[in-house]
C-alpha cells in the first residue's frame, strides 16, 4: 500500500493558553481520524486486483495509472455544486490474452488483443441523469476502437464505434439483440488516427449519442431491455475495450445533471 500523508492544517491564532492547546490538539486528532478512511480507500483502490483464470492460476490486474476521469459528484454519487474532481481509479478489464494497456501524454492506448483489451472504472458512479464526454481514436486495426460501458440505472449498456469490420456504430444490447441487429444501428466510415468527440447521454427516459456533435443514438427506453453482450461483463459499471484493434482515449469527462437538459424531448 502508498504511504499515507495526512493533510497539514495551521495552528488557530486563538491557541494560547494550555487548555485550548489541549482542545486545538483534540480537534487536530479528529479531523486526522475523519481523513483516515478517505485516504486508505484511495490507496486501496491503487491496489491491483486478481482473478481466478482457472484453478490454480491467478492473474493481476494492474491498476491503469495517470488517465484521469474528471467528475462532480462525491463517493456516494451525489452533485457536489461548482466541484470538479479527478480521478485514475481505472483497472485492465479481465478480458483473455489482452494486449497492453498504457498511458502517454493523458492519453490511454488500449492495444490489440486477442480478441478484446479494456478498461474498468472503480470510482464513484452516478447511474442516471448524466452525460459522458470523451475523445476516441482508433490507431490500428479494423474493428471496433472504443466499445463504451456506461450504466442506465441499475443495467449496463454499450456504445459501440467502428465494430463488426470497421463501421457498424450502435447500442448492445436493446431487446437483447446487440448493435449489429436493432434499431440503433448504422455505418459511418471511421478513418485511422482521427480523434473523433463522443458524448453520451443518459437522462430520464432516453439514452442519447453524439459523434462530432451529430446525433448517432435517440433511443427512448420505456419498456426496453436494455444489456450488453457477455464479453463486456468485465467491463461493468464503466468500461472501455476494443476488439482487434488498438485504439486511445483522452479528455474524459464524467458529468451529472442537475437540470433537464434544453434538448431533452421524449415523443409522447
Same mark, same amino acid.
Given at each position: 500500500?502508498?504511504?499515507?500523508?495526512?493533510?497539514?492544517?495551521?495552528?488557530?491564532?486563538?491557541?494560547?493558553?494550555?487548555?485550548?492547546?489541549?482542545?486545538?490538539?483534540?480537534?487536530?486528532?479528529?479531523?486526522?481520524?475523519?481523513?483516515?478512511?478517505?485516504?486508505?480507500?484511495?490507496?486501496?483502490?491503487?491496489?491491483?486486483?486478481?482473478?481466478?483464470?482457472?484453478?490454480?492460476?491467478?492473474?493481476?490486474?494492474?491498476?491503469?495509472?495517470?488517465?484521469?476521469?474528471?467528475?462532480?459528484?462525491?463517493?456516494?454519487?451525489?452533485?457536489?455544486?461548482?466541484?470538479?474532481?479527478?480521478?485514475?481509479?481505472?483497472?485492465?478489464?479481465?478480458?483473455?490474452?489482452?494486449?497492453?494497456?498504457?498511458?502517454?501524454?493523458?492519453?490511454?492506448?488500449?492495444? +490489440?488483443?486477442?480478441?478484446?483489451?479494456?478498461? &474498468? @472504472?472503480?470510482?464513484?458512479? !452516478? *447511474?442516471?441523469?448524466? /452525460?459522458? =464526454?470523451?475523445?476516441?481514436?482508433?490507431?490500428?486495426?479494423?474493428?471496433?476502437?472504443?466499445?463504451?460501458?456506461?450504466?442506465?440505472?441499475?443495467?449496463?449498456?454499450?456504445?459501440?464505434?467502428?465494430?463488426?469490420?470497421?463501421?457498424?456504430?450502435?447500442?448492445?444490447?436493446?431487446?437483447?439483440?446487440?448493435?449489429?441487429?436493432?434499431?440503433?444501428? +448504422?455505418?459511418?466510415?471511421?478513418?485511422?488516427? &482521427? @480523434?473523433?468527440?463522443?458524448? !453520451? *447521454?443518459?437522462?430520464? /427516459?432516453? =439514452?442519447?449519442?453524439?459523434?462530432?456533435?451529430?446525433?448517432?443514438?435517440?433511443?427512448?427506453?420505456?419498456?426496453?431491455?436494455?444489456?450488453?453482450?457477455?464479453?463486456?461483463?468485465?467491463?461493468?459499471?464503466?468500461?472501455?475495450?476494443?476488439?482487434?484493434?488498438?485504439?486511445?482515449?483522452?479528455?474524459?469527462?464524467?458529468?451529472?445533471?442537475?437540470?433537464?437538459?434544453?434538448?431533452?424531448?421524449?415523443?409522447?
Amino acid at each position: 500500500m502508498n504511504d499515507l500523508k495526512l493533510p497539514e492544517y495551521e495552528k488557530p491564532s486563538g491557541c494560547i493558553t494550555s487548555s485550548s492547546k489541549r482542545m486545538c490538539s483534540y480537534t487536530r486528532v479528529a479531523i486526522h481520524i475523519l481523513w483516515l478512511p478517505l485516504l486508505l480507500c484511495a490507496a486501496v483502490s491503487a491496489e491491483p486486483e486478481t482473478t481466478t483464470e482457472s484453478p490454480g492460476e491467478t492473474r493481476v490486474l494492474a491498476p491503469v495509472k495517470d488517465f484521469n476521469i474528471r467528475y462532480n459528484f462525491d463517493a456516494e454519487g451525489k452533485v457536489q455544486p461548482g466541484l470538479m474532481q479527478e480521478s485514475s481509479d481505472w483497472v485492465e478489464a479481465d478480458f483473455g490474452r489482452p494486449g497492453k494497456v498504457w498511458v502517454e501524454d493523458k492519453v490511454l492506448f488500449i492495444e +490489440r488483443g486477442n480478441d478484446m483489451t479494456g478498461v &474498468r @472504472w472503480r470510482g464513484p458512479l !452516478v *447511474r442516471k441523469d448524466y /452525460e459522458l =464526454i470523451l475523445d476516441a481514436m482508433r490507431v490500428e486495426g479494423e474493428d471496433f476502437f472504443c466499445g463504451l460501458t456506461f450504466p442506465v440505472g441499475e443495467d449496463p449498456c454499450s456504445l459501440i464505434l467502428g465494430g463488426w469490420g470497421g463501421s457498424l456504430v450502435g447500442l448492445s444490447s436493446i431487446d437483447y439483440a446487440d448493435a449489429a441487429n436493432n434499431m440503433t444501428a +448504422r455505418n459511418i466510415t471511421f478513418e485511422n488516427n &482521427r @480523434w473523433y468527440r463522443v458524448r !453520451v *447521454r443518459v437522462y430520464g /427516459e432516453k =439514452i442519447e449519442a453524439w459523434l462530432d456533435d451529430k446525433k448517432i443514438v435517440d433511443l427512448v427506453t420505456t419498456n426496453r431491455q436494455i444489456g450488453i453482450r457477455w464479453e463486456m461483463d468485465v467491463c461493468v459499471p464503466l468500461g472501455i475495450a476494443t476488439w482487434q484493434t488498438t485504439g486511445a482515449i483522452r479528455n474524459m469527462k464524467y458529468w451529472a445533471l442537475t437540470e433537464k437538459p434544453r434538448d431533452y424531448e421524449v415523443e409522447k
